[in-house]
C-alpha cells in the first residue's frame, strides 16, 4: 500500500540536449559521475565553445564603439530630440525669445526664421543655425547675444530588441507630475540620465547572458554605430549614449551562456521573478511555508542551491526532511523552448563539483519542491487515517 510513496519516478524529458550540457546552460546536466570522482569544473568551459567571436572587434582587434572618434562626435553629449522644450534668448529682443518645443518634424520653429533642424543636434549647433537664420534676414547686422539652452527633456520612444529579455519598443526618460523638482523646473538648463542607452536596456528587461555587448548597434538617421559596452562589468566608464526618438537598438547575441554576464549592473535585469511551489510538510500551504502568492524577487544572478533555500525546501529534521528533491522550469531565451530540471537536493549540495551543477537563475523560472521519501509515506498514512476517521463516522 505504501509503495507509490516509495516508488522513483522517471527523469524529465527535454528536448534540447540537456543532458550532454549543450543546452542554455551547461549547469543544467546531470551530475555524470559519482560524488567520490567529482571532476573538476567544466561547465564554464563547456559554455564558451559555443561562443561566436565578439562582434565589436575590427580586423585589428579594436573596438568600434568604444573611443571611437565619430560615434563620440555624433553621438555623445546632449543632444535635442522632439518635443524638447528649449529657452531661447537673443539679447533683449522679445520678438525671438522665449520658450519653444521642439516640433513633431524635429525642427525648431520661431518667428519670421525658416525651421531650424534641433533632432539630433546639440543645443550649440542650433545656437549657430539662429544666429546664421537672423542675420540672413536681415534682422541683425552684427551677432546679437545668443543663448539656447534646455527647459525640460521630453520622455522618447525606441524600439530593443536582440538579446535582451522583453523586447519591444520602449518610452524612456519622463518624469511623473509626482516626481517633478519644481526647483529644477524653474532653473534654466535641465540634465536627465533617463533618455540613456542603458535605461532603455533596462526598460526591457536587461541584456541577457548570451549578449554581445562589445557590439551593440544603434541605428540613427539611417547610420548604423556598433558600441562597446563592456566597460560596464569591467569597472570602467562605459559608453552610455542619450538616446532619441526614432533611434533603434540592438543587441546581437554570441550564441553561449556567459557566466561573467550573471551579476548586476547597469544593463543587467534588476532581478529575477522566481515562481516558487513549496507544498513539502509541515508547510501544508504556501503562506505557510514563507512564500508569496506568485513569486519571489531575488537578487540576479541567484542560483539553484540558492533559490530551494530561499523557498523553504532546505533543513528541517534530518530523518523526515532531508531527502528532498526539486524541479527547476525554465526556457531557453534564444530558441523559446522549455526544459525541466531535477535535483536530488542534498546530494548536489553534499558534492564538492557542485557548482558545475547549480545553474544560475533567469526571469521567469519556476521552482517547484519535492518531499522526501519519509514524509510522502507519512503523507500516505495522515491520508490513511483521515479516509479511516471518515468511514467511522459514516457508519
Known sequence: MLTPACTAYDTPDNIEPVATGDAYQAQYRDPSVTRANAMFLRSEALNAQKCLPYGGLDANGAGL????AMADAILQGERLTRNDLLDVRVGDDPTFSGSYVVSRDGTLKLPFLDPIQAQGRSTTEVEADILRGLQAKDFYADAPQLSVRVTDFASVTVGVSGAVFEPHAVEIGGVPGDGLDVLRQAALGAST??????????AVGGVRPDADISAVEVRRGGVLYRLDMRGVFEGQNAVDIMLLTGDEVRVPSRQCFQEDLMRPSPISPPGVSLFLSNLTQPASNNAAAAIGQTVREVPY???YLQAVIDANCVGGPRS?????????????PVTGVSAVIERDIEDLLRRADRDDYDPYLLPGDALACYDSTVTNIAEVGRIFGILGAATLIAR
Open 65 to 68: 564603439g568604444k573611443g571611437s
Open 193 to 202: 540620465e533617463g533618455r540613456n542607452l542603458s535605461a532603455a536596456l533596462r
Open 301 to 303: 544572478g541567484t542560483r
Open 320 to 332: 523526515t526532511s532531508a531527502d528532498r528533491s526539486s524541479v527547476l522550469f525554465t526556457r531557453n
